[in-house]
């Protein structure tokens, strides 16, 4: 989980210590190149750290924050590590650092597939391409497509229910302000933590375990990755029925159905037919559009949006 450090202690030619991570069977990096990556590497994440505020990542401000952007413990919290180990990684101390983790770190902090390349060879790590699939920004030309599609309510997930980009219709409906309000951007996080009478979906022993199975689809591909790790666990923790599903290993794909929502604002139910769409460029990504299955779900829909206007 990079919770732990490897630090070893050599003596240097000339009598002083020279501390260098080590891997078994890796070669280390020259003394000269390493002792100028390292202090690059701590302020690229320092950097980076600060530019990210905390209601990019869903949390709450909080009161008396100096920190411009993240603290240190919420980006190991985030990224699922120990928090005296990232510290010691941006200090630019010379600790080992798997793929897994540094993927979770570049997650973390928003980082573009340069910026996380970058982020590999400061830190001594080969970047294997293609391996960042969580994306946290969708770009003004995905916004403008599901904006386009109000007033029918459209969103675009992660393979993990991170909610990346909604559209009004979207936020009338699920009240995604409140969503945020809990801390964690995330529909499955909302739907397992919410009481029966506050959960907008209806047939939750229906609904629920089919969006666990696609979850669990998706998590074949991220087995051991600190952040899907520490958000099944802590997730688990906090939902005894998401953990009695997650145990039954269901897998499904995700697909076009109806269901049925509820809304605090309306009497009666919203039946609403979702197909999922995938992304070009937005790797495990996918819009995911609603329209009316019935007229009088369409009707209310249509309600949602005048209480909106007014």
Same mark, same amino acid.
């Given at each position: 989980m =990079? =919770?732990?450090?490897?630090?070893t202690t050599h003596q240097a030619a000339?009598? !002083?210590?020279?501390? !260098?991570g080590e891997r078994t069977g890796e070669r280390t990096a020259p003394r000269t190149s390493r002792h100028r990556r390292r202090p690059e590497l701590a302020a690229f994440l320092r950097n980076r750290r600060a530019r990210v505020t905390p209601a990019d990542v869903g949390m709450a401000p909080g009161l008396r924050r100096r920190t411009p952007g993240l603290r240190r413990e919420e980006v190991a919290q985030l990224s699922g590590v120990g928090v005296t180990w990232y510290t010691w990684l941006e200090q630019g101390r010379p600790i080992n650092a798997s793929p897994q983790v540094l993927d979770a770190v570049a997650r973390t902090l928003r980082l573009?597939?340069?910026?996380?390349?970058?982020?590999?060879?400061?830190?001594?790590v080969a970047c294997v391409p293609g391996r960042h699939s969580d994306v946290f920004e969708v770009g003004a030309e995905i916004q403008g497509i599901i904006?386009?599609?109000?007033?029918?309510?459209?969103?675009?997930?992660? !393979?993990r229910y991170d909610i990346l980009a909604t559209n009004p219709a979207y936020r009338d409906l699920f009240a995604v302000p409140e969503i945020v309000g809990t801390g964690i951007r995330n529909v499955l996080w909302t739907l397992f933590t919410a009481s029966?009478?506050?959960c907008p979906v209806v047939h939750r022993s229906q609904e629920l375990p089919i969006m666990v199975a696609t979850l669990r689809g998706a998590y074949g591909r991220h087995a051991g990755e600190p952040a899907w790790e520490s958000f099944v666990e802590r997730l688990s923790a906090a939902s005894p029925y998401f953990a009695e599903l997650w145990r039954s290993g269901n897998v499904a794909p995700p697909g076009p159905r109806v269901k049925t929502f509820r809304h605090w604002a309306l009497p009666g139910e919203i039946r609403m037919t979702s197909v999922s769409l995938s992304v070009n460029?937005?790797?495990?990504?996918r819009i995911v559009a609603y329209t009316p299955a019935d007229e009088e779900s369409g009707e209310r829909v249509a309600a949602l949006r005048r209480n909106r206007e007014r």
């Open positions: =990079g =919770g732990v450090a490897t630090v000339d009598g !002083t210590a020279d501390r !260098t573009d597939a340069s910026e996380r390349e970058h982020l590999y060879h400061l830190a001594e904006d386009a599609l109000d007033p029918h309510p459209a969103v675009v997930y992660n !393979t029966e009478d506050a460029g937005l790797p495990e990504c």
